[in-house]
């Protein structure tokens, strides 16, 4: 298996345990997590902390780079700290440290990543290297024992993408969106709503109480063979009803609108994909990662069209299914648990596909397009 320019192989696997520290900081939350991994699989989560800027982000509606940076500056050594002490342990029981090094906001996994440069330098451990989006697929397996493969729908606030897992280091995209995540229309329609931020949660709260059928909202790619979302269309659309809305009751409709819209369309692309899927594979199981997969009707949405085409449906505790820590510190151990370890001069990505051979040869977004996307 090609490991990358990030990796090297120590030329040996490990058959202890595995103790490993996790450091997140690729957006708005400074997580730090100690995980203990056995060599049959089994996940143990020591510690794990998260502080939350939601605070300092709220008045601006959305997360501000530079204060996120700042943020993760000033908080890190003690969220470290406090995992460490929740954890029991001290520095010298640890096998190995493993940072977030992209995808994110740039500035902020820099924190993290230098923070774990200097401990595995300072402590003489090996340093781990860990894609954000390969820290969500193998979240799961925090909960309970998770056999690969398995087919993961991967939905969060800046991704959205089905893809088949068969381990750490090894994915392929099925899937992708072509504009806009799930959890970002969630989020700019919750803010013409004018709900605030986090806006997904406020919108699902708000959902709750509305009927959607009021709402025609637009169907994006149908028709389309692939298993490809979009979903700038409804987001537009929702954001000019949202301006128009009069009443309490006229915003819950539209919030259950959307919420089901976007269930909808997560439902449709994932049928396509487990039908796919299941032509290659006799074990089935889908997984649901990210953070809208804490969102009770996407959950369950999904659910349904997983026991339709006969795949067991798993989603990650509710814990871990946000930004956290944990599940870096296990995908770092999964990777040294095989002997891979990154070199102590890796840089921090903006952007970092899973699945990269599909990313150079079938690249979502083509040569010439405008944008911060491009």
Known sequence: MNLGADYSSEGSRATGPLTVLGLETSCDET???VVRLTPDGTATVLSSVVHSQIDDHAAYGGVVPEIAARSHVEMIDGVVRRAMDEAGLGYEALDGVAATAGPGLVGGVMVGLSFGKAVALA???PLIAVNHLEGHAVSARLGEPVAYPFLLLLVSGGHCQLLEVRGVGDMTRLGTTIDDAAGEAFDKIAKALGLGYPGGPA???LA???DGARFDLPRSLLGRKDCD?????????ASRLAHACETDRDRADLADAVQT???RQLSD???RAMKAYAGRHDHRLFVVAGGVAANRTVRSTLEATAAKNGFAFLAPPMAYCTDNAA???LAGAERLQKGWVSDIDVAARPRWPLDEQSARTDPTHKPGRKGAKA
């Open 123 to 125: 402590r003489d451990l």
């Open 327 to 329: 599940m870096i510190a």
């Open 269 to 271: 692309r994932s049928d």
């Open 31 to 33: 997580a730090a997590s």
């Open 261 to 263: 819209a976007i269930a």
């Open 208 to 210: 709750a109480t509305g």
């Open 203 to 205: 919108l699902e709260k």
């Open 229 to 237: 979302f979009s979903f700038s269309g409804l987001k537009t659309a």
